[in-house]
């Protein structure tokens, strides 16, 4: 247990709908980092939030945006879903900051399926 | 922008086999991490590397920071059914905490 949480495990929904994808980071973090994986697909950066402000962004697409919250935790919004949007989606965390902590440790993910 | 290419992409092993599989950048890494995966989880980080040379242990699995340091190595030793999953290398961007992330290699145990 890596001490990620992530809600819900699995998400079902049609095309043109919005969700909400939730994420708390492990204990004392204050970076945390979303990311795509397609089937059979590398992991795909998306965005990178550390404590409540934006710090780097990947190939995030328009119709994506992501907030990190005073307590910590993040979410991930997709909004006018396509079937192409169908993956596993990831929230990773790392302590974050001036000494550039790179070991990023990852949730669960949730499954997204759009049909 | 920076790639990583890991080899082999797959390896189909017999449980006790030792392993070995390697990642190469286009550009000089300062942070090498290795993942495991398994199907439809989250990446576990098994090893982190700092320093160009670095060998590190964790267990049955050694990784190593390649002096060119556009290199980095994972071997693993006496193969359980327990390692079958896909194993991913990565690196920060120059200058930020981003991750790139490898193209993985699959690793079977054939019974």
């Known amino acids: 247990d890596s001490g990620v949480t992530q809600t819900p495990k699995h998400l079902i929904t049609a095309t043109g709908q919005r969700v909400t994808l939730r994420c708390s980071p492990r204990?004392?973090?204050?970076?945390v980092y979303w990311y795509q994986q397609s089937l059979d697909q590398g992991l795909q950066f998306l965005i990178q939030?550390?404590?409540?402000?934006?710090?780097a962004k990947g190939n995030i697409l328009e119709r994506f945006s992501a907030q990190q919250f005073p307590d910590l935790h993040s979410e991930l919004n997709l909004s006018s879903l396509e079937l192409g949007d169908s993956a596993l989606y990831f929230c990773?965390?790392?302590?974050?900051?001036?000494?550039?902590?790179?070991?990023?440790?990852f949730g669960p993910g949730t499954r997204l399926t759009v049909t | 922008g920076q790639q990583l290419n890991q080899s082999p992409q797959s390896m189909f092993i017999q449980e006790g086999e030792d392993v070995s599989m390697n990642c190469t950048s286009s550009?000089?890494?300062?942070?090498w991490l290795w993942y495991k995966q398994d199907p439809g989880e989250g990446p576990v980080l098994l090893i982190a590397?700092?320093?160009?040379?670095e060998l590190t242990s964790n267990g049955r699995l050694t990784a190593q920071f390649g002096i060119t340091r556009k290199d980095s190595f994972l071997n693993i030793s006496a193969s359980i059914p327990s390692d079958v999953g896909i194993y991913f290398c990565?690196?920060?961007?120059?200058?930020?905490?981003?991750?790139?992330f490898g193209t993985g290699t699959r690793l079977t145990i054939i019974p």
């Open positions: 990565a690196g920060p961007n120059f200058g930020n905490e981003k991750l790139t």
């Open positions: 990773a965390s790392s302590v974050g900051g001036a000494a550039l902590s790179y070991e990023q440790y």
């Open positions: 590397l700092y320093k160009a040379g």
């Open positions: 550009s000089i890494f300062n942070t």
């Open positions: 939030y550390y404590n409540g402000e934006e710090r």
């Open positions: 204990s004392g973090d204050l970076s």
